[in-house]
């Protein structure tokens, strides 16, 4: 079957880096999203990976080895609104997004 | 940026009712659109895929008479939870992907927060 796994809650120190992982195990790969999700309210789209490598965008970068079916989600200088839950979703074969279920992030002064 | 727009916000009704969930694509045209539910703590689970002027593809376990989807035009699709029950209280969201973006990124609406009493 299709799996993705993330840490189900971490926490962080305001102004600290973070790194969220992702591993996946899905039937293809046509590429990888990571999105932010606040409480009570729809993913938005932060980053996408299809190349092995890391994309930088601002304070968030996000990292791809589709040998080892693994990401990394980066977010530099936390600031308190970054609380939210970070989703990763896989773009498998049929080019559906299989998602993982969310990583709660904490974000302490 | 591409903005999708989702209607009602929010929606409390009796067991036994149907209700009805609207989806635009406010600036852009989407041939296909996603319905997809949320139940708290848990990931996103894809329902349906709806296609404008065909029928939608529903996935595995979801009833099609119990969801019905209409995608009547290139903006608008509508999800119609019929004969609602307490157990289908979850919060609902659609999405379109955008002409623009990296290989059809997907544009989420705000959702739907649905309670049946």
């Not at chain 1, 992982?21 to 293809?28: A, I, K, L, M, P």
């Not at chain 1, 009570?40 to 791809?64: C, H, I, M, Q």
């Not at chain 2, 319905?35 to 029928?55: C, D, H, I, V």
């Not at chain 2, 099609?64 to 919060?91: G, R, W």
Request: charged share 15%.
């Amino acid at each position: 079957g299709q799996n993705i796994d993330q840490p189900t809650e971490m926490t962080a120190t305001e102004g600290a880096i973070v790194q969220i992982n992702c591993t996946y195990q899905t039937s293809g790969f046509n590429g990888l999203f990571w999105y932010q999700q606040h409480a009570g309210e729809a993913p938005t789209f932060l980053s996408y990976n299809v190349l092995d490598g890391l994309e930088e965008k601002g304070r968030f970068s996000s990292f791809l080895s589709r040998s080892k079916g693994y990401s990394y989600l980066l977010l530099k200088e936390l600031q308190m609104k970054d609380s939210a839950s970070y989703l990763c979703a896989v773009k498998d074969s049929n080019y559906q997004l299989i998602w993982g279920a969310g990583t709660k992030l904490i974000i302490k002064p | 940026g591409a903005v999708v727009s989702q209607h009602p916000s929010w929606v409390i009704c009796k067991s036994g009712t149907s209700v009805k969930i609207e989806c635009r694509s406010l600036d852009f045209q989407a041939t296909t659109m996603f319905w997809y539910r949320q139940f708290p703590k848990q990931s996103l689970m894809l329902m349906a895929t709806s296609n404008e002027g065909s029928k939608a593809t529903y996935e595995q376990g979801v009833e099609k008479d119990k969801f019905l989807i209409n995608h009547a035009s290139l903006t608008l699709s509508t999800l119609t939870v019929t004969s609602a029950h307490p157990e289908d209280s979850s919060f609902y969201i659609c999405s379109a992907p955008t002409p623009s973006g990296p290989d059809n990124e997907q544009f989420f609406g705000p959702g739907t927060r649905l309670t049946v009493l």
